[in-house]
């Protein structure tokens, strides 16, 4: 089993455009009143809601591997501080003794000021965020494995250097990035925006979930198997 965590890019915040357009009256510049910003997502229909859970990159990544998963973004944002409280609370969610890998999605570092404010500098709050989840994983046992890519290059620099075994690289034209950050700026490639640009919306594309997918996908294929990848891919 897989267990995901994040903020709305892993929530998968803006695919339901793609079902509004195809199968009502909207067209892409109606697409902003139907974000999260305007509309609580909860609102909206069955088929948009299916249509955006099974287009983001958590669930295109399970499907791959025909394991089950879980994903903790069960609304539209986050914070690391967040994730971090919903592991240690994992038992509410999962049977940890299930789980194959817990994939996390570093969000901005500053958005939780409890965090911000426990340290003195930018590089000691971002490795705080890291150290903590890798603490916490290793205390749930029962054989889990974590695995992570970020927002920003501040915390992909310290997977990368201080956690290898656990950074996801995000692979995007045969190149290699340490976040997704320049991905989905103002001219990300990944971004709604950039493929609908009537769209103000620079959450990731149904493109991009996939090329966030494809990353993790190739991640898990170089990580050692676990007990349910066993499994089921011979």
């Given amino acids: 089993m897989f267990v995901f965590y994040g903020c709305s890019y892993t929530y998968g915040q803006g695919l339901q455009y793609y079902w509004l357009v195809e199968n ?3 067209e892409w ?3 902003d009143k139907f ?13 948009a809601e299916q249509y955006r859970i099974q287009h983001s990159y958590p ?3 399970s499907k791959h591997f025909g394991i089950n998963y879980f994903n903790t973004s069960v609304n539209n944002g986050g914070d690391n501080s967040g994730m971090y409280s919903k592991l240690q609370n994992l038992h509410q969610f999962v049977n940890s003794g299930h ?21 003195d500098n930018i590089d ?3 490795y705080h965020q890291v150290k ?9 046992g029962h054989d889990n494995k974590w695995l992570a890519f970020s927002w920003y290059d501040e915390i992909g620099e310290i997977l990368k250097k201080e956690f290898p075994d656990n950074f996801i690289p995000i692979i995007y034209k045969d190149k290699e990035h340490l976040s997704f950050e320049h991905l989905t700026n103002h001219k990300g490639e990944l971004t709604i925006h950039v493929q609908h640009t009537e769209s103000e919306d620079r959450h990731f594309s149904d493109y991009g979930h996939k090329v966030i997918a494809d990353s993790i996908i190739r991640k898990v294929e170089q990580s050692p198997p676990s007990k349910l990848i066993k499994g089921e891919k011979k």
């Fill in 132 to 140: 903590r989840i890798s603490n916490q994983v290793n205390e749930i």
């Fill in 35 to 47: 974000s999260g910003a305007i509309i609580p997502q909860e609102q909206l229909s069955f088929e």
């Fill in 24 to 26: 009502t009256d909207n």
């Fill in 59 to 61: 669930h295109l990544v």
């Fill in 29 to 31: 510049e109606d697409m």
């Fill in 124 to 126: 000691d709050l971002c």
């Fill in 99 to 119: 789980v194959d890998y817990h994939i996390f999605q570093f969000t901005n570092p500053g958005r939780n000021t409890d965090d911000v404010n426990s340290v």
